[in-house]
């Protein structure tokens, strides 16, 4: 097998060729996701899994084969089973010593939940799913 026919192959298996402008637009959110995180250090703990979900929930999206390990790791970006997982992880990282040192700040929290129930009400109530 030929150097150029090995480069064909791997992309036509990466499935850039089947890739929309919107995915690779996704895919330099994430890089830029990812830079945020890592060299400003501007909320790592929330830029880095997020980048990294971005970038590979959309670098691979035409992936077919069954029993490869990337098919396998596809099935939680299908299922939406990350994205649980990554916030399950980042809650549990939580430092609750400001909340501790000034309790009023809880009543932020119920408003932002609140605000999040709110939302998903009001668009069911006006007719989208989800």
């Not at 480069?7 to 499935?15: D, K, L, P």
């Not at 790592?44 to 490869?68: C, D, K, M, W, Y």
């Amino acid at each position: 097998m030929d150097f150029d026919q090995i480069i064909v192959t791997f992309i036509q298996r990466t499935g850039y060729l089947t890739a929309n402008w919107q995915e690779f637009v996704m895919i330099l959110v994430g890089c830029l996701l990812l830079y945020l995180g890592i060299a400003k250090k501007h909320e790592p703990l929330l830029l880095i899994p997020i980048g990294f979900g971005s970038v590979l929930g959309n670098i691979f999206p035409a992936i077919t084969q069954e029993g490869g390990l990337l098919h396998s790791l596809y099935y939680g970006v299908q299922w939406g089973i990350y994205p649980p997982l990554i916030f399950l992880g980042i809650g549990a990282m939580t430092d609750f010593g400001p909340l501790l040192a000034k309790p009023q700040t809880v009543l932020l929290g119920a408003a932002a939940q609140v605000g999040i129930f709110g939302t998903l009400i009001g668009a069911l109530v006006l007719g989208f799913s989800f």
